[in-house]
């Protein structure tokens, strides 16, 4: 085996060391057309890392956009009634949202936000939790947690989030079905005698 070979085996392996799927979990899909608030989310409180600093607000804004973007989806971005760094819970954000009258909100939480430059000691980082709600009962209707972290420094916190809220976005939108199913052709025969 050649020093090629091996470095990229290495490579391979760190790489596919860091991956690991999301948890996901959905109860119930949101219905296609609905309207769905998205509270901006509050921002991680990492001792020492100023890239915490917003990035809620900034997560927040990456999810409402993907969301919104989403055919047979309906965002709506909510300011979020407490301060960046203060916990509001899931019930605090249901009466915010059902006063405001949303069927669904999406409240949540930055848990680690890094950014690293082109050269640095550190990899970009980026881990999230988030819970889409029903106004109605205030249960989840679904949760979504991920951590990802760019081994290569090409992947900024951002574009790591971008990804998350899509894959949050494909799982609980319900889809409707269409009118025609598949290409078939019903032959009835000859119904004379």
């Not at 939790?129 to 209707?141: E, K, M, P």
């Not at 494909?170 to 004379?192: C, D, H, M, V, W």
Request: proline share 4%.
């Amino acid at each position: 085996m050649t020093i090629r070979t091996r470095a990229l085996l290495a490579t391979m392996m760190l790489l596919a060391g860091c991956a690991a799927a999301p948890s996901i979990t959905v109860k119930h899909r949101v219905p296609y057309g609905s309207s769905i608030a998205v509270v901006m989310f509050e921002d991680c409180d990492i001792a020492n890392q100023a890239d915490c600093d917003g990035s809620g607000l900034n997560a927040g804004s990456i999810f409402f956009r993907v969301l919104s973007q989403k055919p047979g989806m309906h965002a709506v971005s909510l300011p979020r009634p407490v301060g960046p760094k203060a916990q509001l819970d899931d019930d605090a954000a249901v009466a915010y949202a059902k006063a405001k009258g949303y069927r669904y909100v999406i409240n949540g939480e930055v848990q680690d936000y890094r950014r690293a430059g082109v050269v640095a000691f550190h990899s970009s980082r980026a881990s999230i939790s988030v819970r889409v709600l029903n106004i109605s009962n205030g249960q989840a209707v679904a949760s979504y947690t991920y951590q990802e972290n760019s081994t290569t420094h090409l992947t900024t916190p951002d574009e790591m989030l971008e990804d998350m809220a899509k894959q949050l976005a494909t799982a609980i939108i319900n889809e409707p079905k269409k009118q025609r199913q598949g290409n078939f052709l019903l032959y009835k025969g000859n119904s004379g005698g």
